[in-house]
């Protein structure tokens, strides 16, 4: 089991930055694939960064460029980067992690098994 707890979030104005951090706690021997998911109001869950097993890290085209996933370890943490924030990034973030599926192959969104209570982020115009 891993349990995992979000924080760093709030309201921000466009252009503004935030840094996300999920801490874990539990089965942290276990190398798991983790991403940062996010919801905005009305929209479907997108997976907006994550780190495979490997150490791969991958982004969606819509946060290229702005957002950076690290992963500490020793601390058990990982961590959001949010730059040049867009109202459009509003939503709650969570922090999700589960085994690989396959070989070199992470779980899509629905297939994470560990989630946390997520984080609040607000962009305003």
């Known amino acids: 089991q891993l349990q995992l707890v979000e924080s760093g979030g709030g309201s921000v104005q466009a252009g503004g930055s935030l840094r996300l951090s999920c801490a874990a706690s539990g089965s942290t021997h276990m190398r798991y694939c983790m991403g940062w998911v996010r919801q905005g109001p009305g929209k479907e869950r997108e997976e907006v960064a994550a780190?495979?097993?490997?150490?791969?890290?991958t982004y969606a085209d819509s946060v290229k460029g702005r957002f950076t996933i690290s992963q500490d370890n020793e601390k058990n943490t990982l961590d959001l980067q949010i730059n040049d924030l867009k109202p459009e990034d509003t939503g709650m973030y969570y922090c999700?992690?589960?085994?690989?599926?396959?070989?070199?192959?992470?779980?899509?969104?629905?297939?994470?098994?560990?989630w946390g209570q997520g984080t609040q982020v607000t962009v305003s115009s």
């Open positions: 780190v495979a097993n490997s150490g791969k890290i």
């Open positions: 999700a992690a589960g085994p690989p599926v396959a070989a070199r192959v992470c779980p899509t969104v629905d297939e994470y098994n560990f």
